[in-house]
Nanobody
Framework: QVQLVESGGGLVQAGGSLRLSCAAS????????MGWFRQAPGKEREFVAA?????DSTAYAKGRFTISRDNAKNTVYLQMDSLKPEDTAVYYC?????????????????WGQGTQVTVSS
């Protein structure tokens, strides 16, 4: 199993940047493909970005975001630039054991508790 803890959320003005972090417990972080999702009030959770277990493959729903990982630190990051008010949501990181890239909520086994991102206009 793996436990995930997100951090780095907060309030930012439109056009600003934030970097979210997701720290994973355990010694086998490199076994897990990772993803970021977000959920705004009244909306379904949606895919934001994903990265393979080695970090050599990525996928995105948003062109302004960059996902990366540091397997030595058991951490995955989401760099968010040029933020817009519509990016306001709770952001979740997710993990699943296996090779490849995964872009749907059903494909992930483990979830963090989420971190709030609020973008003011």
């Amino acid at each position: 199993q793996v436990q995930l803890v997100e951090s780095g959320g907060g309030l930012v003005q439109a056009g600003g940047s934030l970097r979210l972090s997701c720290a994973a417990s355990g010694r086998t972080f490199s076994r897990y493909a990772m993803g970021w999702f977000r959920q705004a009030p009244g909306k379904e959770r949606e895919f934001v970005a994903a990265i393979s277990r080695s970090g050599d493959s990525t996928a995105y729903a948003k062109g302004r975001f960059t996902i990366s990982r540091d397997n030595a630190k058991n951490t995955v990051y989401l760099q968010m630039d040029s933020l817009k008010p519509e990016d306001t949501a709770v952001y979740y990181c997710a993990a699943r054991d296996g090779y490849g890239i995964f872009t749907t909520t059903l494909q992930y086994n483990y979830w963090g508790q989420g971190t709030q991102v609020t973008v003011s206009s």
